[in-house]
């Protein structure tokens, strides 16, 4: 089992619609959450993080935690051709570090 | 504020040799991170380091090494370079540690063997 697996995707999204990138975890250990979007040849971009159970909302951008199914997604609302990207969902454990454990990424297309 | 640099952008040698990547953290952050990452894979950690001591190290071999300076920037070192080493290099910075501390990414180093 991986340690974060991804939707490998590609997923497909008409402009307007709602994006839901999903994302799941093994270490019960983990405490923070992390959202990054990667456009093709560039380096990752930090678009939310969370660490407790429940929503967070940030404009188009909603992050959801739950601990408990050790589960975390990202919802797009109202998706622009500027969101079709790679999304990368990271983690990081209690291990008294700044260690980041990534998944593989889910590709994104906007279709207009 | 300037972001995370790092330089060189991209770097072109030959298996065998050695290789010396440099990273600035963001002006306040004295922790540095870097990552590998290959072609349709997330990054990969390699090591962190806070207050100029290693904090943490990832799956790499001993041919990968760090530092970080007084002034908190850092070096990623790789010696004897093999053609598995082709990578984007990611170098991430952030506040003095925490679970909810976010590490912001630099342009990144893209390192080709050949």
């Known amino acids: 089992q991986k340690e974060v697996e991804q939707n490998s995707g590609p997923l497909s999204v008409p402009e307007g619609a709602i994006a839901s990138l999903n994302c799941t975890y093994s270490d019960r250990g983990s405490q923070s959450f992390f959202w990054y979007r990667q456009y093709s040849g560039k380096s990752p971009e930090l678009i939310m993080f969370?660490?407790?159970?429940g929503d967070k909302e940030d404009g188009r951008f909603t992050a959801q935690l739950n601990k408990a199914s050790q589960y975390v997604s990202l919802l797009i609302r109202d998706s622009q051709p500027s969101d079709s990207a790679t999304y990368l969902c990271a983690v990081k454990s209690n291990f008294g570090n700044e260690k980041l454990t990534f998944g593989t990424g889910t590709r994104l297309t906007i279709i207009p | 504020d300037a972001g995370v640099t790092q330089s060189p952008t991209h770097l072109i040698k030959t298996r065998g040799q050695h290789v010396t990547l440099r990273c600035s953290p963001i002006s306040g952050h004295k922790s540095v991170s870097w990552y590998q990452q290959v072609l349709g894979q997330g990054p990969q950690f390699i090591f962190q380091?806070?207050?100029?001591?290693?904090?943490g190290r990832g799956n790499f071999p001993d041919r990968f090494s760090a530092r970080q300076f007084p002034n908190y920037s850092s070096e990623l070192n790789v010696n004897a370079l093999l053609l598995g080493d082709s990578a984007l290099y990611l170098c991430?910075?952030?506040?003095?540690?925490?679970?909810?501390?976010?590490?912001?990414f630099g342009d990144g180093t893209r390192l080709s063997i050949l």
């Open positions: 991430a910075s952030s506040q003095p540690q925490g679970p909810q501390r976010p590490q912001h």
């Open positions: 969370i660490y407790s159970n």
């Open positions: 380091y806070y207050e100029k001591e290693e904090r």
